[in-house]
């Protein structure tokens, strides 16, 4: 806290000195060159546009090695991106969308003006682009229907008149880490001009995962963009845009960070059918780990289930949790991931306003293989398959400036198709882990053999029409109202199947292991339960059409929803001067429902839309005689019938909408050309999150595996997971000549975070201290290349940016356990780019 309060008065104290000696700033050559941006479909000036924006020009993401969303989350606050077990997260002011793969995102990305709203599209790396803008708060009007907590514009870099090009290298050793990126740009003739990109980067891994003997998490990317320019006619220029990108990877970025020992020092176990007697628990006091190397140990040793009333055969060892990037995984996991998008785009200028037409096609396929357990022996493992269609259609009418009314009208069509299949697979392995602790019956060692798995099927139409008016009611104030109508239209299929892997049928034994490890009666019809004793489990005298199996239902259902909104926004802006914007803005907007593609019981299939209503003042200003700028920000949202993903405790999830939030806070930004050499930018940002009702959420699994609790639990009160309250960051910039032709360059970006909580039940185990971390770049300039060095996390900061429960560590195994993605650690590398 006491950075942050200096850094705030240093914030404030260089605020105020600016405005009182810009009169006397005279140097034209001090002045910050404008920064463009189109985050309202028009080319601007930031500090013309009522939005809190933050922009990050293509050259900080080179030199900086911002490549991915979480590279770039680290200098932009109150901007998240993590992953869970399932796939990214993105979240803008505390708002994301939960792990699902049927979930379109609540902060949407845009390459180009085509949205990219699902999650898997938000690993592809960055490649050659002109800036990124992050766009804080609803942006419903003019970037579409889901983009309700924000949206991430990214724009490629265009062909150019010119003949140029560049080609760069990095490599770090420590963990083998090399990229290779070459450009080159230019006219083939008069009318025409291309631009070619292509990246290929290798990352050897920061993790080591001793039971396969390897580095993890191994990743491979490979990128090509072909862009052409056209001139059609004198008024007239077309663009077409071909990308292909491709990620592949092994193993995770993932460690179990904290657990609980066994709590409970008796057992009930089945002595006879519908006899239970508490025995001692042989795996009291032990941890995860060591309670799945005893099982282990016990099924080799013959005992199937492991008698309770014998000690684990063998030593289990020491405690294996929280060993800093160490992991002990015996699962052979990997990710395959492609990605082609193709974009037209259209422009033609009349004399009063512009046409723009965009035509796209959006493609992926995703290929995974994951794990359960973490526990250095292969207990499960989840394989998925996506596979994902977009086509889109745009068109915009845009006025030109300068006149009384200006305006932005236009219409939209997406169309998308959806494959998402998930198989969960249980080894031979797996029973003991299920039923050894509860106890159970000898000889049902083939139930090991489970198969549960989720075929989904979903399609998408939307059609809508927007609007924007600006009416200069005067020279220095401005009234902006817009407005969106969307329909959607989607339809779903999803098939779940249960079946021996062996045999490829479904029996009494795949039953009661689902049944008894997943913790839900077959007859209880999708209410779920902490604990189910072994009787009710076994019983399996219902027909086959009504069993209820854990997670697991055997069923084909289909749906279908219609749905219109309209969502309207207003802003006032106010000319404070020549050097200050003031602006006030309400807005709203939507997420459209959908379908539930997880969801174990064949009623758990739709989920409604959820809803936004934003406030916020905002005042821009240009000081000094233009040799600093400042932005600030103060927002205010209510968000209800949120759609979140709560985990049951043991292996499942529910979706639905369950929770109303809250968000408000502060945002400010910055950037001072102190000297002719020397440049000072950064930004603090202030938020006070809060879930307002959400009472069906998940529950700590301590307090429910000890009966403090049950499912579902209360979150109402607590703020949302990975938010710090404050986050800053400081970027100082030193350029100093040498020669006539050669420059010496250092960057320092200093990185501060408050502490959070990365997972949603607010497990203490999970929070994430507050860290500083300095990144240093040191670099020779030349006329046509760069040498550097880039030192990342200097301060080898060990970073939290995602946790979850293991699941059945608690429910089923008595150590409730939590998995952790951490952000790199310290690396150094060498750039080098050569320009032409």
């Known amino acids: ?38 985050a309202q479909k028009r080319e601007q000036s930031l500090q013309d546009v009522p939005i809190s924006v933050s922009v990050v020009s293509g050259e900080k993401l080179t030199e900086a090695g911002i490549f991915t969303l979480d590279d770039l989350a680290l200098y932009v606050p109150n901007f998240s991106k993590g992953e869970s077990a399932i796939g990214p997260i993105i979240q803008i002011r505390g708002i994301a969308t939960g792990a699902n793969p049927a979930f379109e995102q609540s902060v949407v990305l845009y390459s180009d003006d085509v949205s990219l709203s699902r999650a898997p599209l938000a690993r592809m790396p960055f490649m050659d682009l002109e800036r990124v803008e992050v766009l804080r708060g609803p942006q419903n009007v003019l970037f579409g229907k889901n983009s309700i907590g924000g949206a991430i514009s990214m724009i490629s870099a265009k062909p150019t008149e010119d003949f140029e090009g560049s080609f760069s290298v990095r490599y770090e050793p420590d963990y083998e880490d090399s990229e290779v990126t070459g450009v080159i740009s230019g006219s083939l003739n008069d009318s025409v001009r291309a631009r070619l990109a292509a990246r290929y980067a290798d990352f050897g891994g920061y993790y080591e995962n001793e039971a396969l003997d390897r580095n993890e998490e191994q990743r491979e990317e490979t990128a090509v963009r072909l862009t052409l320019d056209f001139d059609v006619g004198d008024n007239a220029e077309a663009s077409i845009k071909f990308e292909h990108d491709t990620v592949d990877s092994i193993g995770e970025g993932n460690e179990l960070i904290f657990g609980y020992p066994n709590p409970n020092e008796t057992i009930n176990f089945e002595v006879a059918p519908g006899i239970i007697v508490p025995v001692p628990n042989p795996f009291f006091g032990l941890d995860y780990t060591q309670t799945v190397a005893a099982l282990q140990a016990s099924y080799n040793f013959g005992l199937i289930p492991p008698n309770p009333f014998f000690p684990p055969p063998v030593d289990v060892g020491s405690d294996t949790i929280k060993q800093d990037r160490i992991r002990r995984t015996a699962y052979d996991g990997y990710q395959d991931l492609d990605m082609t998008n193709v974009v037209l785009t259209y422009n033609q200028d009349f004399d009063d306003f512009m046409f723009t037409s965009i035509t796209s096609y959006v493609d992926y396929q995703e290929d995974r293989l994951g794990g359960g357990g973490l526990s250095g022996i292969d207990i499960s493992s989840i394989l998925t398959y996506e596979e994902y269609q977009q086509i889109s259609q745009e068109i915009r009418f845009t006025s030109d400036t300068g006149g009384r009314f200006e305006w932005i009208a236009g219409g939209f069509f997406q169309s998308w198709d959806l494959q998402a299949d998930e198989s969960t697979l249980l080894d031979d392995m797996n029973l003991p882990v299920l039923l050894g602790i509860t106890g159970g019956f000898a000889g049902l060692e083939a139930a090991a053999f489970l198969d549960s798995t989720r075929f989904f099927t979903s399609d998408s139409t939307t059609y809508a029409g927007f609007g924007q008016l600006t009416w200069n009611a005067s020279d220095s104030t401005r009234v902006i109202l817009g407005g969106r109508y969307t329909h959607e239209e989607k339809t779903a299929r999803r098939v779940v199947d249960i079946v021996n892997q062996l045999t490829g049928e479904f029996d009494a034994i795949q039953a009661l292991v689902a049944s008894c490890g997943f913790g839900v009666d077959y007859n209880t019809l999708g209410s779920i339960n902490a604990f189910v004793p072994l009787p009710s489990c076994a019983n399996l005298t219902a027909p086959e059409d009504t069993w209820e199996f854990g997670i697991y239902n055997t069923h084909d259902t289909t749906g279908r929803r219609n749905e219109d909104a309209f969502t309207p926004s207003l802003t006032f802006e106010f000319d404070l001067g020549d050097s200050h914007l003031l602006y006030a803005s309400a807005s709203t907007g939507f997420k459209a429902g959908g379908f539930d593609s997880r969801a174990p019981r064949e009623k758990a299939l739709q ?59 502060v945002e400010f930004d910055g950037r001072w050309r102190v000297t002719d050499h020397f440049t000072l930018s950064g930004a603090i940002a202030f938020i006070d999150s809060e879930f307002t009702d959400y009472e069906n959420a998940s529950c700590n699994e301590y307090l429910l595996l000890t009966g403090q609790v049950t499912f579902p639990c209360s979150r109402t009160g607590l703020p949302a997971s990975n938010t710090p309250e404050w986050s800053a960051n400081l970027i100082a910039d030193l350029v100093l000549p040498l020669t006539g032709s050669m420059d010496f360059r250092a960057t320092l970006d200093v990185i501060y975070e408050d502490e959070y909580f990365t997972e949603s039940t607010k497990e203490i185990g999970t929070l994430q201290d507050a860290y500083t971390k300095f990144n240093l770049r040191v670099a020779l300039e030349g006329d046509k290349w760069t040498l550097a060095v880039l030192g990342k996390n200097l301060s080898d900061e060990e970073v939290i940016e995602f946790s979850g429960p293991i699941a059945l560590s608690g429910a089923e195994l008595g150590a409730p356990t939590y998995f952790g993605f951490l952000q790199p650690p310290r690396t150094i590398a060498a750039q080098f780019e050569y320009r032409f």
């Open 1 to 38: 806290m006491d950075f942050l309060q200096r850094s705030l008065a240093i914030g404030l104290g260089l605020v105020m000195g600016l405005s009182a000696f810009g009169v006397q700033a005279q140097e034209q050559e001090l002045v910050f060159e404008e920064i463009i941006v189109t």
């Open 607 to 665: 989920y409604e839309d959820e809803e936004v209503l934003g406030y916020e003042l905002g005042l821009k200003s240009s000081l000094a005689g233009g040799r600093a700028q400042t932005n600030i920000a103060v927002f205010h949202s209510d968000y209800d019938d949120l759609q979140v993903s709560t985990f049951d405790g043991r292996a499942g999830f529910v979706v639905g909408n369950a929770a109303e939030y809250r968000a408000q806070g």
